[in-house]
């Protein structure tokens, strides 16, 4: 049995899940793992059993074609019990991509508990510029795409819905790093993780009409349907204001 770390700080479903997973990847490379971690939702009380991923990173020495073939069968057998196929990395791949993927490595750095080897991520160092001119182009593609699918999906309400919905929900992490930016949290992070909150700060700070993303957040988190009507007024404002953040965000 390897010598696994911090599994006190692991949600027990979690810990009975995922412990018994690695080892069984350990044990497909041995002396050649060099740092293994949880990330997400599933280091803490955002997890919930059944529910939840299991999301993790391992980094190895090197990653090869045989290497990935030799995993297949233990990542099949995890994906059953919701834990996603880990992202596999390298040290060197790692430190050469922080300018083009700064808020998929910030998140893990401040979001994740180390149960092996030695933690590669606490060290890192994102440049704020690189996290913000990501930011800017997360959500000036966001504008763009929201409004291409718009127009192929047409006015139909439930669509809309669904596109409203998808599309608020794939932009809140970024929210989170353009408080942060804006803020003056930049160096100790902005660690805050309920959406609701997350949405009331950002239209704070770029004053934004905060109404349209609680309303789009509302009937997503509780289930709660829009009339075609509503999706229709929601899409308008929403667009707004998706505007109004792009050019608030290009001009800080």
Avoid: W
Wanted: charge should be neutral; proline fraction near 5%; include cysteine.
């Amino acid at each position: 049995m390897e010598s696994f770390k911090n599994l006190d700080k692991l949600p027990q479903d979690v810990k009975d899940k995922f412990i018994p997973y690695l080892q069984e990847l350990l044990d497909l490379y041995p002396g050649q793992v060099r740092c293994a971690a949880v990330y997400g939702s599933a280091t803490g009380q955002n997890y919930v059993p059944k529910r939840s991923d299991i999301n993790s990173v391992i980094i190895l020495d090197e990653i090869t074609f045989p290497h990935l073939n030799r995993a297949l069968k233990v990542i099949a057998r995890g994906t059953r019990q919701r834990i996603p196929a880990p992202l596999f990395l390298t040290q060197d791949h790692i430190l050469s991509s922080l300018d083009v993927f700064p808020v998929e490595f910030l998140d893990i750095k401040e979001n994740h508990v180390l149960v092996f080897g030695e933690d590669l991520f606490a060290p890192l160092t994102i440049s704020g510029n690189n996290l913000k001119l990501f930011c800017e182009h997360e959500i000036k593609g966001k504008l763009i795409r929201v409004r291409q699918a718009y127009l192929e999906r047409g006015s139909k309400g439930p669509m809309v819905e669904v596109l409203l919905k998808e599309s608020l929900h794939a932009l809140i992490p970024i929210f989170r790093h353009l408080i942060r930016l804006k803020s003056g949290v930049e160096e100790n992070g902005y660690m805050e993780m309920d959406k609701v909150k997350i949405v009331g700060d950002l239209a704070q700070i770029y004053k934004l009409d905060s109404q349209v993303f609680l309303d789009i957040l509302k009937h997503r988190l509780h289930g709660l349907k829009m009339s075609p009507v509503h999706a229709q007024e929601l899409m308008e404002k929403y667009l707004m204001e998706l505007e109004k953040l792009a050019q608030e965000v290009n001009r800080s």
